[in-house]
């Protein structure tokens, strides 16, 4: 039984931009990328509803919108990284990140919203057809794949150390299909003459929408009631920590986000008497900040009594 004598130690990671390697020119740079992306995006959206609305075509505002979700996703990312960058407060002892949890949520919910509104039109338009003006229609959509690559780029160089930038890089990606799939309906209406393949496009671009969607909602409620980050795989975390700590016993190990790139951890350690405490200390902060990419680390460990443990192990075990 450990006696209350503890010792603990509360580590941060210092690794620039969240825990991923990168110093103040690749926080300066990644600024620029976001801020790049977001003005096209701006830009993009803008052309799109414009065209879409005067063109009748219900799969490029859907485009549109899917941007503006993409935008929001883009300013919710930046936040992050800004967010991660203050530190916290007497009042706000945990800092601001978990706001962009809150965020994400919204950001979700608003683009389902939307999405909704234009499924509802698509579905009408499917029974009387609007006759659309494709050539412009091709233009924006031809626009969007270009918009969606060139945002895209500035990440490329980061993705390599930071999984954030490399999921923005395939979503952005990912967007540019579903423009080509508009610049393609847009074009069999052109040569066809068939209005209806335009709003039976936009049934697909919003499934592909709420695709995207879908996860990221459940992932962020998820992340807002305290759970387990989904890329954290608890028990092989808690299996390599119990081997690194060994003679000495993990007896607890938590795991939550701070923010949507944040994570944070806090561990208790039972240990004989005698036991390095540093070493302990040290072990498992680098397993856990090197190894899972968690960015702060809280660990305490206890000491028992060596003579108390072998009486215990007796009790529990007696002999025949």
């Known amino acids: 039984m450990a006696n209350g004598h503890t010792a603990t130690q509360h580590g941060h990671a210092h690794h620039g931009h969240s825990h991923h390697g990168h110093g103040h020119n690749g926080q300066g740079t990644l600024d620029q990328a976001f801020r790049w992306s977001v003005l096209l995006n701006a830009a993009l959206v803008a052309i799109q509803l414009s065209v879409g609305w005067r063109s009748h075509s219900t799969a490029l505002v859907a485009d549109a919108l899917h941007n503006l979700g993409d935008i ?20 706000f002892p945990f800092g601001f990140g978990r706001v962009t949890v809150h965020a994400a949520i919204l950001n979700c919910a608003l683009v389902l919203v939307a999405i909704g509104v234009v499924l509802y039109e698509a579905s009408s338009r499917l029974v009387e057809p609007l006759v659309l003006d494709a050539p412009p229609v091709m233009i924006a959509a031809a626009l969007g794949i270009a918009v969606n690559f060139f945002s895209a780029v500035p990440f490329f160089r980061h993705q390599a150390g930071d999984v954030g930038a490399r999921a923005i890089v395939l979503h952005l990606l990912a967007d540019a299909g579903i423009s080509a799939g508009v610049l393609v309906s847009a074009i069999l ?18 499934a592909a929408v709420i695709r995207s969607v879908w996860h990221p909602l459940r992932e962020a409620i998820a992340l807002s009631l305290d759970a387990i980050p989904e890329e954290l795989n608890a028990d092989a975390i808690r299996a390599e920590l119990a081997t690194a700590v060994a003679p000495a016993k993990l007896t607890q190990l938590r795991l939550w986000a701070r923010s949507t790139t944040q994570r944070a951890a806090t561990v208790r350690i039972d240990a004989l008497r005698g036991t390095e405490p540093n070493a302990l200390l040290e072990q498992v902060k680098h397993i856990l900040e090197h190894h899972h990419s968690v960015d702060e680390v809280v660990t305490e460990v206890r000491w028992s009594d060596p003579d108390a443990a072998q009486a215990d192990n007796a009790h529990a075990h007696p002999t025949l």
Do not use: C, H, M, Q
């Open 72 to 91: 929001s996703g883009l300013l919710l990312s930046w936040a992050a990284l800004w967010f991660s960058r203050r530190p916290a407060s007497s009042r």
């Open 189 to 206: 209406v052109y040569f066809t003459g068939e209005n209806w393949i335009d709003p039976a496009v936009t049934l697909l671009v919003a």
